[in-house]
């Protein structure tokens, strides 16, 4: 049942191999740290969902939450993450709760006393929805006593989870999701792979003010680019995207390109800027983030790394060029949404140094003409009232 693919090394294999040999004895474990036995899916009146907490993650789960909430409309889903990851979830009609938590740096656990009023809460189940490191999802669920974990059985610890679902195979991580989904609803999910965010009006109010502060309307259209990503494996030198939207200035002059980030970036977002000239501008750390998203829909196509407003820009519906993580599986972290173009040569669990070699054979001319005319064609039927 385990995986291979799933796993950067043979050491973690391994440990996830002698977990289904050890299945019997955890099932033992888990049936005494549980508060009652497993229940069907129609009984469950509680949920959690655990998953990693950085801000993709978090709107990967996103395409399937109204799924699930319509499937089993008896359950209160509660997510449990970080604040940024609240964030993005604001408005979402799915959700009961939204516990921000926890922390989106992997290595900080829940602190104790959240964790004591989480298991106050009774859960009947929770959804442990990592597609990497999910033993860390598994395990809180066992130590909160939940009766019913919902869990992946392709990287092993099959014993600790009492409804296992299966992928058929290595899948993307949205539509792995999904599958859990459609798994506890027993129902399918035909809707897009996009994720889906909920702008409020002071959302729509600020990026329409930041819009007009940045002077974007006298743009034939605008590009946005996130340069940085917080992944530790999967960061590569921001000049990779400079040295295309330079191409893209020389193919259309007239256009703008807005560079966003974090409030930290701000020092490279200008520095990148001012070699680009006075069609770029910065705006970092200045909205909030679903506010931003709704600001990217004003924009004609997005140009980045594999963060987190690279699916903002997939659920503002726009043209996206990214490169995926290449330090990861490469179907979980490529293209999940039809609108998204993957410029990242073939290539998984590279290291840092390998990635930056492979991005050497990126044409770069063809990816600022491709972006060029995705944008050109997005500006055109938005005027048009038309979908791309």
Not at 18 to 25: N, R, T, V
Not at 47 to 53: N, Q, S
Request: hydrophobic share 40%.
């Amino acid at each position: 049942m385990v995986d291979r693919s799933q796993f950067r090394d043979s050491y973690h294999y391994a440990l996830a191999v002698a977990s289904e040999i050890a299945a019997p004895g955890l099932r033992l474990v888990a049936r005494a740290a549980s508060r009652s036995a497993p229940a069907p899916p129609a009984s469950w009146r509680t949920g959690v969902i655990i998953g990693r907490d950085h801000i993709g993650d978090v709107l990967y789960r996103t395409c399937s939450l109204e799924a699930l909430h319509s499937g089993l409309p008896k359950c209160r889903w509660s997510y449990l993450t970080s604040e940024s990851g609240a964030a993005v979830l604001a408005g979402s009609p799915a959700l009961a709760h939204v516990l921000p938590w926890t922390s989106d740096r992997d290595d900080r656990p829940l602190e104790p006393a959240k964790r004591d009023e989480l298991a106050e809460r009774m859960f009947d189940v929770a959804l442990c929805s990592d597609n990497i490191a999910h033993h860390h999802a598994v395990m809180l669920a066992l130590k909160l006593g939940i009766p019913n974990r919902v869990g992946f059985t392709r990287k092993g610890l099959s014993g600790l989870v009492t409804f296992g679902v299966a992928t058929d195979g290595p899948t993307s991580h949205p539509a792995a999701f999904r599958r859990m989904v459609e798994a506890v609803t027993g129902l399918p999910d035909p809707s897009p792979l996009r994720p889906r965010i909920y702008p409020s009006q002071n959302d729509l109010r600020a990026a329409d003010s930041e819009w007009h502060r940045l002077g974007m309307n006298d743009a034939e259209f605008v590009i946005a680019s996130a340069v940085t990503t917080r992944q530790a494996i999967g960061d590569f030198r921001p000049g990779f995207f400079s040295d295309i939207l330079h191409r893209v200035l020389v193919l259309a002059p007239t256009c703008r390109v807005l560079l966003s980030g974090g409030a930290n970036d701000r020092p490279v977002l200008e520095s990148i800027a001012g070699e680009l000239g006075d069609r770029a501008c910065v705006s970092a750390g200045t909205l909030p983030l679903v506010a931003y998203g709704a600001m990217l829909g004003r924009c004609a196509a997005f140009v980045g790394a594999d963060s987190g407003p690279r699916h903002l820009a997939n659920a503002a519906s726009i043209p996206v060029f990214f490169v995926r993580n290449m330090g990861a599986t490469e179907i979980g972290s490529g293209k999940y949404c039809p609108t998204e173009f993957d410029i990242a040569p073939p290539g998984e669990y590279l290291s840092p140094e390998a990635m930056r070699r492979a991005l050497e054979n990126v044409d770069r001319d063809a990816v600022a003409n491709a972006l060029v005319s995705a944008a050109r064609q997005q500006a055109h039927d938005s005027i048009a009232g038309t979908p791309s």
